[in-house]
């Protein structure tokens, strides 16, 4: 997928939620249709639903679609900061997080993998198909250094 494309989704993700933040009632609403066709898309594009990038989507709907209930309000607010981040740095800590899932790694599950993952910074390609090359580099030489 052209990553013009992709990019433009989350940029009007943002504006939707500075929107909502600053007081306009409609722009959550219109944030989660936005996030709606955004899974649409990339499903019909993937043919899958358990693509990793149709996961970290369907995942930032679904927190997205949490701001809605009042006990939830502050979700656009931090969903806003990931979203500025990601943007700014192309570092997604939803995509790290999902990382974590078992069917998304193939190397066991250890803290110096989950420090890898918090802490190196971002890279061309995704984060799961760095995974090895981040296990290997957490884990001690054994050379007694």
Known sequence: MNERIA???WQLTTLLLVAHLA??????PLAVLLNIAQVNHFVILRGSLTTFDVQVRIAYLALLTLG???VFGFMPALLLI???VRLLTDYCILARTLALLPWNRG???SWPLVRWLALSPPAAGSIVSRL???LAAAQPTGNGH
Request: glycine share 20%; proline share 5%; charged share 15%.
């Open 82 to 84: 990931s979203l500025v």
């Open 7 to 9: 990019g433009a989704y």
């Open 68 to 70: 809605e209930i009042e």
């Open 23 to 28: 007081g306009w009632d409609g722009a959550l």
């Open 107 to 109: 190397v066991p599950l």
């Open 132 to 134: 090895q090359q981040g």
